[in-house]
């Protein structure tokens, strides 16, 4: 696609249930970053995928997180048994790692979660 | 520990006037810089960037400084424009994937 899709846009769950975001790179991208941006605060890292290899899960809040992505594409961020404190917009992001100059970040729109 | 700063978290600028957004990185590690601005309910989208080699990088209106020693770099928007009012966002990486970003600045553009 023209860019990276996140869904869904809005998310309003009940404290302990769990969550599934949902994120289409832009195509050709190797790369992808899940982030989060709670009130008022600036873009946590969470995770980031490159190609085949290992992820670096060091952004992760908790083991209530996970990600994976699927066939180096689309990407899923689960929360399992989610917390108040999991409320925040999580923003998707891939690149193309061209090995040399900056490595310009993507970002899709956003899911808002909101957790009662 | 905050590796990347943006000490001002608003700022309001007269439209026609020059903006000044400042950040501050604590990692000498880092080598390249970006810039990105958020409209609400938006992605940040990129606005420009910077190697470390450099210490200067313009695209248009918009100017980016870097000094190196004192770990500090600044976005220049001039002239200011009412549309240039958003959130803007420093971010950081050493090694080219990985990057760290700051709290962010609301800038206001008065008309």
């Known amino acids: 696609g023209a860019g990276v899709s996140q869904s869904p846009s809005n998310k309003v769950t009940e404290k302990g249930k769990d969550v599934e975001l949902r994120c289409d790179p832009i195509?050709?991208?190797?790369?992808l970053y899940w982030y989060r941006q709670s009130l008022g605060q600036g873009l946590e890292f969470l995770i980031y995928f490159q190609g085949n290899s290992a992820p670096d899960k060091s952004g992760l809040p908790s083991d209530r997180f996970s990600a994976e992505r699927t066939g180096g594409s689309v990407s899923t961020l689960t929360i399992q048994r989610t917390q108040q404190e999991d409320s925040a917009v999580y923003l998707c992001?891939?690149?193309?790692?061209?090995?040399?100059?900056?490595?310009?970040?993507?970002f899709g729109a956003g899911s808002r979660l909101t957790v009662l | 520990d905050q590796q990347v700063k943006q000490n001002s978290p608003s700022l309001s600028v007269q439209e026609g006037r020059i903006s000044i957004l400042n950040c501050d990185y604590t990692n000498s590690m880092f080598d390249y810089f970006l810039w990105y601005k958020k409209y609400p309910a938006e992605g940040p989208t990129f606005l420009i960037s910077i190697s470390s080699i450099k210490d200067k990088n313009e695209d248009g209106r918009f100017t980016v400084f870097l000094n190196k020693s004192a770990k500090h770099l600044s976005l220049h928007i001039v002239p200011s424009q009412p549309g240039d009012s958003a959130v803007y966002f420093c971010a950081a990486s050493s090694g080219t994937y990985k990057y760290i970003f700051g709290t962010g600045t609301r800038l206001k553009v008065l008309a």
């Open positions: 992001a891939s690149s193309f790692l061209a090995g040399s100059g900056a490595n310009v970040l993507t």
């Open positions: 195509s050709g991208h190797t790369a």
